[in-house]
């Protein structure tokens, strides 16, 4: 099986809307790609469970469209996020939004993200539970992120396209087991970020080298605001 569902209506047309997904279990280790991907708006991803074998792809991947279309106003909420099985030494990022390449220049703006449960103990080189090539207007709220890597983080823009503007994380609790293998942070913004609002998140760890962890890693950010 390639993907578990696939909406996009292609090139040059606008996202397919007021789609909800609700109340599945996708659970299923034959996946070539990944477990959703698509490219929607006015729709509710909620109450479902993502588990398999996406070490090629995402268990969901939410990309944009080119000008002048968008994927927007989504919300993703009340699922869990569990980690794949078998582990595994690949690159893993639960949730990806925003352009499906570094070449293709598509939007993606007005997401909420709220009260998901996130466990990915993956012994990845790099994990993510959310990643973003480019999305402005991100809402993270009220959500449980449990794992061992980086958990939210900006990579691999569009040069010269790609923004985050106006992400919101608030209310979350970010727990961590151990170090990882990349820095041991819960947050780490590599991209350009402006309006970036950090509120009331709890980052808790039982890590014994807990003195290498930043709770936020905004070293290599350039923050235009």
């Known amino acids: 099986m390639e993907y578990g569902i696939f909406y996009s209506n292609g090139a040059g047309n606008p996202s397919p809307f007021y789609i909800a997904v609700l109340g599945n279990t996708f659970d299923t280790f034959e996946s070539k790609e990944h477990l959703m991907r ?85 012994s990845a080189i790099k994990t993510l539970a959310i990643q973003s090539r480019g999305a402005n207007f991100v809402t993270v709220r009220n959500n449980l992120f449990l794992g061992n890597n980086r958990l939210i983080g900006p990579s691999e823009p569009v040069v010269g396209f790609s923004t985050w503007d106006n992400w919101k994380i608030y209310n979350n609790l970010f727990y961590r087991f151990q170090g990882d293998k990349s820095g041991g942070n819960f947050m780490v913004g590599t991209e350009r970020m402006s309006n970036l609002d950090i509120r009331n998140n709890i980052f808790f760890t039982l890590d014994p080298n807990a003195n290498s962890i930043r709770s936020i890693d905004l070293t290599n950010t350039l923050l235009t605001d």
């Open 38 to 122: 698509v490219s929607i708006s006015k729709s509710v991803i909620s109450e479902n469970t993502f588990r398999g074998n996406t070490f090629r792809g995402h268990f969901i991947k939410l990309t944009g469209l080119q000008s002048p279309y968008k994927s927007e106003l989504d919300i993703i909420s009340s699922n869990r996020f569990l980690s794949p099985v078998p582990k595994s030494n690949a690159i893993f990022w639960a949730l990806s939004i925003g352009p499906e390449n570094i070449n293709n220049m598509q939007y993606v703006e007005n997401i909420i993200f709220e009260r998901n449960f996130f466990d990915i103990d993956d």
